[in-house]
């Protein structure tokens, strides 16, 4: 009786579906491998084992990368995405913005098939800052407190990228600047004065030799991504129980494990 859920052509996370084989389907793997999958086992793998990583860098100028844990870092495909302005070049309100961002999302997850999602933390504090006024009666310089109101977009920025993530089922967490710049550039290092840390980015790209793109503009939110996505096993995951389970199974092995083991055979 043929089976119709399954059938040569069908994708199943990053797996493509061959042909039958003995012991169920053979499968071809984003990364190249061709292993062997029951159809029972293909309810719950998403490929022959290998981690694709997105990290992004949200803002109105956002940069993301992609990362193959099979591949190494000059392998790294990264880019930037802009949600400031509409096809017509005009400026747009917030709320688009954020509705622009899932979009872009959207088009980042169906493209590379993400096992995890890493995301910048928006600040969770309003930072105020001093701001210096003449007071237009009698002259006299003022001082008030004030805060940036844009930094406030980035919280929105970056629900509509969660959201998208969980819709698509594609678990995400999200880490606070501080923290992935002590992990990944180590503890201590610091922009050189008249720098900031998204020169420290492109430095450590440019050791690597990730392919960043041509502009200086776009290379400094690319790069940012980049290391974002290497500190994903840093990240707080999403308090949602499939998203925290799908984390921990990336990150202990134990989703490669079940993979290996329920492959039939692995090619190298
Ligand atoms: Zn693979």
Redesign the pocket.
Known sequence: MSNTKFFAGKTVG?LKLICEAVGGWKCE?????EPIFSEEALASVR????IVILGLDLATNSGWAVRYS?RNAAAIKCGTFNVAENDSGEEVSWETKYALTSTQVYKLIIEHKPDFVAIEEPEHRVTQFNKKKKNPVTGAIEESSTINPNALQLSGISGAAIGVCMMMGVACGTIPSRSWHSKYHGKGVKPEPKEDWKDVAIRSCEREHVPLPPTKKAQRDAAEAVCISACWHWCSVLDISWMRKRWMDLRTGAAKALAQRQAGQVAA
């Open positions: 990053r793997c984003s990364c190249g491998r490929s022959c084992g290998c099979w």
